[in-house]
């Protein structure tokens, strides 16, 4: 679809100039240089090689908080993404994290010529199956192992304890070893060719499957398959978040939960929460817990603040600044425990705590941090 098209279908000609979107942008309030409302006059000007050679446009962490303010019911988001995908076209780019490595690999991941080795990370004593009906999508976790290890993050804990409870509740899932990346990364940066080739591959793996139903832990692959994967190509699958799943099993007894005293906080990802709407699963299933107590953050929900950095962009001091803003909230509750339901933010969360320097700085801020399916596992009677 053309720009000039995106812009009257997100609304953005109805723009009141008020502003809010730029009020509550979590980057503009560290990086005065950014605006929303700016790029968007931008964009209802003309497309013209200043609005796409602007570093800006790659700026957004398309955590919608400005779709979620606007009272025009602007898509910010989506024009933002619809910008980038005609920069990328003249050949602009994104300055990607750590050296641009997950992007290369999510490239080299869109070679239909190339199997990946991507199974010895699950645990031996787990039940899983080449076929059946019901698919557990790993994403991207064996391959980002190896990239924040470092920092205390192993995403691969995380999906064997996900099959953990699917075995628990009496699910076998298939897992297929030519599963790619679900390229969402590459659809947010504005690389629609190589998100496609990804897409297809998925897609026709998927269908020749007989797979019927799809479970994921990763929010951003949850989002690609619900909304993105719908929207460009022929593809209608009964999918759910594991938070959907667990908070399931537990109202039916078939998951027990063991007691453990505990003052927790749980971070919104952008993607579950304000992309897909799924506030309650997760807080249902924290709440299950016997001896946990629960308390928010001053901004939750759909206000929850984004743990700063989007698809592998954005990784600048404006996004640490964001992280100690949010972890210093994290702090604020009391809690010593900061549950996630996004790899993403356990790695973002657990790096800015890494990287602050100053000693009293570190300890305004540091706070122990673990996945949902992690907690969920460990406390899981058997």
């Known amino acids: 679809m053309a720009l000039t098209e995106v812009i ?20 503009s309030r560290f990086n005065r240089g950014y605006s929303p409302r700016i790029l968007l006059n931008k964009a209802l000007r003309g497309v013209n090689s200043d609005l796409l050679k602007d570093k800006n446009i790659w700026n957004c962490l398309t955590c919608q908080l400005c779709d979620e303010t606007c009272p025009a019911g602007i898509k910010y988001i989506e024009l933002t993404q619809a910008i980038r995908f005609e920069a990328t076209k003249l050949g602009e780019e994104a300055l990607c994290s750590h050296g641009g490595a997950a992007q290369s690999l999510m490239r080299i991941m869109s070679s239909p010529n190339l199997t990946p080795r991507r199974m010895d990370w699950v645990d031996k004593d787990l039940k899983i199956s080449d076929t059946g009906d019901t698919l557990y999508f790993v994403g991207c976790a064996p ?30 899932p298939v897992l297929l070893k030519d599963e790619r ?23 026709n793996l998927i269908k020749n499957s007989g797979i019927k139903k799809i479970i994921f832990t990763c929010p951003e ?3 690609t398959f619900k909304i993105d994967y719908p ?13 959907e799943i667990i908070i399931r099993a537990i109202d039916e007894k078939r998951i027990r939960l063991k007691e453990s005293e505990r003052v ?13 709407g799924i506030y309650d699963e997760p807080r249902k299933v924290l709440n299950s817990i016997p001896g946990f107590v629960l308390r928010e953050m001053r901004h939750n929900r759909n206000r929850a603040i984004c743990c700063g950095v989007s698809a592998w962009m954005n990784c600048s001091n404006y996004s640490k600044r964001l992280q100690i803003v949010r972890l210093k909230e ?4 009391g809690a010593d425990l900061l549950v996630t339901a996004c790899t993403k933010c356990e790695i973002h969360f657990n790096c800015a ?30």
């Open 8 to 27: 009257k279908t997100t609304r953005a000609l109805l723009c009141l100039e008020c502003g809010k979107c730029t009020g509550i942008c979590p980057v």
């Open 181 to 203: 990346c679900c390229g969402h990364d590459l659809l947010w940066q504005g690389d629609f060719e190589n998100f496609k080739k990804l897409a297809q591959l998925n897609i």
């Open 264 to 276: 927790i906080t749980f971070q919104d990802p952008c993607r579950l929460g304000r992309h897909l």
């Open 221 to 223: 692959c949850y989002r």
């Open 330 to 333: 994290a702090k604020e509750t």
């Open 143 to 172: 391959f980002f192992d190896v990239l924040f290890n470092d920092i205390g993050v192993m995403p691969t804990t995380g999906a064997n304890a996900s099959i953990k409870i699917l075995n628990n509740i009496g699910i076998i």
């Open 353 to 382: 705590m890494k990287e602050t320097p100053e000693a009293q700085r570190r300890e305004e801020i540091k706070v122990e941090t673990k996945s949902l399916v992690n907690l969920v596992a460990e406390l899981m009677e058997e």
């Open 231 to 243: 929207k460009y190509f022929d593809f209608n699958m009964e999918i759910y978040h594991i938070s």
